[in-house]
Nanobody
Protein backbone atom coordinates (compact mmCIF):
# COMPACT_ATOMS: atom_id res chain seq x y z
CA UNK A 1 0.00 0.00 0.00
CA UNK A 2 0.99 3.58 -0.62
CA UNK A 3 0.07 6.41 1.71
CA UNK A 4 -0.02 10.00 0.50
CA UNK A 5 -0.35 13.02 2.78
CA UNK A 6 -0.69 16.53 1.38
CA UNK A 7 0.22 19.79 3.11
CA UNK A 8 0.82 23.43 2.30
CA UNK A 9 -2.63 24.60 1.30
CA UNK A 10 -4.06 27.89 2.48
CA UNK A 11 -5.48 31.22 1.44
CA UNK A 12 -3.70 33.66 -0.84
CA UNK A 13 -4.50 36.73 -2.90
CA UNK A 14 -4.52 36.68 -6.68
CA UNK A 15 -0.99 36.84 -8.01
CA UNK A 16 0.41 35.16 -4.93
CA UNK A 17 2.23 31.87 -4.51
CA UNK A 18 1.88 28.65 -2.55
CA UNK A 19 3.88 25.44 -2.42
CA UNK A 20 2.11 22.17 -1.82
CA UNK A 21 3.88 19.08 -0.57
CA UNK A 22 2.92 15.41 -0.63
CA UNK A 23 4.68 12.93 1.63
CA UNK A 24 4.84 9.38 0.27
CA UNK A 25 5.19 6.25 2.37
CA UNK A 26 4.60 2.57 1.93
CA UNK A 27 5.47 0.66 -1.24
CA UNK A 28 7.10 3.57 -3.05
CA UNK A 29 8.10 1.33 -5.97
CA UNK A 30 4.45 1.72 -6.98
CA UNK A 31 4.87 5.45 -7.53
CA UNK A 32 6.53 5.69 -10.94
CA UNK A 33 4.08 8.46 -11.77
CA UNK A 34 3.15 11.13 -9.24
CA UNK A 35 0.58 13.80 -9.93
CA UNK A 36 -1.52 16.63 -8.61
CA UNK A 37 -5.22 16.88 -9.30
CA UNK A 38 -7.74 19.45 -8.14
CA UNK A 39 -11.46 19.69 -7.69
CA UNK A 40 -13.39 22.93 -7.42
CA UNK A 41 -16.91 23.02 -5.93
CA UNK A 42 -19.44 21.72 -8.42
CA UNK A 43 -16.78 20.61 -10.88
CA UNK A 44 -15.12 17.34 -11.78
CA UNK A 45 -11.64 16.50 -10.58
CA UNK A 46 -9.03 17.54 -13.13
CA UNK A 47 -5.37 16.77 -13.62
CA UNK A 48 -3.00 19.64 -12.92
CA UNK A 49 0.51 18.25 -13.31
CA UNK A 50 2.38 14.95 -13.28
CA UNK A 51 5.96 13.75 -13.09
CA UNK A 52 7.51 10.37 -13.81
CA UNK A 53 10.20 8.78 -11.71
CA UNK A 54 12.67 9.89 -14.39
CA UNK A 55 11.52 13.48 -14.15
CA UNK A 56 9.38 13.86 -17.25
CA UNK A 57 6.55 16.32 -16.62
CA UNK A 58 3.06 16.95 -17.93
CA UNK A 59 0.97 20.04 -17.23
CA UNK A 60 -2.61 21.05 -17.85
CA UNK A 61 -2.83 23.96 -20.26
CA UNK A 62 -4.48 26.09 -17.59
CA UNK A 63 -1.39 26.00 -15.34
CA UNK A 64 1.49 25.90 -17.83
CA UNK A 65 4.05 28.57 -17.06
CA UNK A 66 2.62 29.17 -13.57
CA UNK A 67 2.89 25.83 -11.75
CA UNK A 68 5.95 23.62 -11.36
CA UNK A 69 5.91 20.00 -10.23
CA UNK A 70 9.02 18.52 -8.68
CA UNK A 71 9.96 15.54 -6.55
CA UNK A 72 12.63 14.82 -3.99
CA UNK A 73 13.18 11.08 -4.20
CA UNK A 74 15.49 11.06 -1.19
CA UNK A 75 12.74 12.58 0.95
CA UNK A 76 9.89 10.71 -0.78
CA UNK A 77 8.14 14.02 -1.27
CA UNK A 78 6.28 15.54 -4.21
CA UNK A 79 5.89 19.30 -4.57
CA UNK A 80 3.73 21.69 -6.52
CA UNK A 81 4.99 25.27 -6.71
CA UNK A 82 2.09 27.50 -7.65
CA UNK A 83 2.85 31.05 -8.78
CA UNK A 84 0.69 33.81 -10.26
CA UNK A 85 -2.35 32.23 -8.67
CA UNK A 86 -5.76 33.11 -10.06
CA UNK A 87 -9.24 33.03 -8.58
CA UNK A 88 -10.01 29.99 -10.72
CA UNK A 89 -7.20 28.02 -9.07
CA UNK A 90 -9.34 27.75 -5.94
CA UNK A 91 -9.93 24.05 -5.30
CA UNK A 92 -9.10 21.05 -3.17
CA UNK A 93 -5.76 19.75 -4.37
CA UNK A 94 -5.01 16.04 -4.29
CA UNK A 95 -1.80 14.09 -4.61
CA UNK A 96 -2.01 10.88 -6.61
CA UNK A 97 0.30 8.03 -7.54
CA UNK A 98 0.36 5.17 -9.99
CA UNK A 99 2.78 2.43 -10.99
CA UNK A 100 2.53 2.81 -14.78
CA UNK A 101 4.90 5.71 -15.30
CA UNK A 102 4.56 7.43 -18.67
CA UNK A 103 1.13 5.91 -19.36
CA UNK A 104 -0.49 7.52 -16.35
CA UNK A 105 1.57 10.68 -16.38
CA UNK A 106 0.98 11.51 -20.04
CA UNK A 107 -2.78 11.03 -19.90
CA UNK A 108 -3.27 12.74 -16.53
CA UNK A 109 -6.65 11.07 -16.11
CA UNK A 110 -8.17 10.46 -12.71
CA UNK A 111 -9.17 6.91 -13.62
CA UNK A 112 -5.55 5.88 -14.15
CA UNK A 113 -4.34 6.64 -10.63
CA UNK A 114 -4.55 3.98 -7.95
CA UNK A 115 -3.47 5.91 -4.87
CA UNK A 116 -4.83 9.18 -3.51
CA UNK A 117 -4.26 11.54 -0.64
CA UNK A 118 -6.98 13.27 1.36
CA UNK A 119 -6.44 16.66 -0.18
CA UNK A 120 -5.43 20.15 0.88
CA UNK A 121 -7.53 23.26 0.27
CA UNK A 122 -6.22 26.17 -1.78
CA UNK A 123 -8.28 29.35 -1.77
CA UNK A 124 -7.42 32.34 -3.94
CA UNK A 125 -9.43 35.41 -3.06
CA UNK A 126 -9.08 39.17 -2.89
Amino acid sequence: QVQLVESGGGSVQPGGSLRLACGVSGYTYSTSCMAWFRQAPGKEREGVAAITILGRTTYADSVKGRFTITQDNAKNTLYLQMDSLKLEDTAMYYCAADSRGDYSCTGLREIDFAYWGQGTQVTVSS
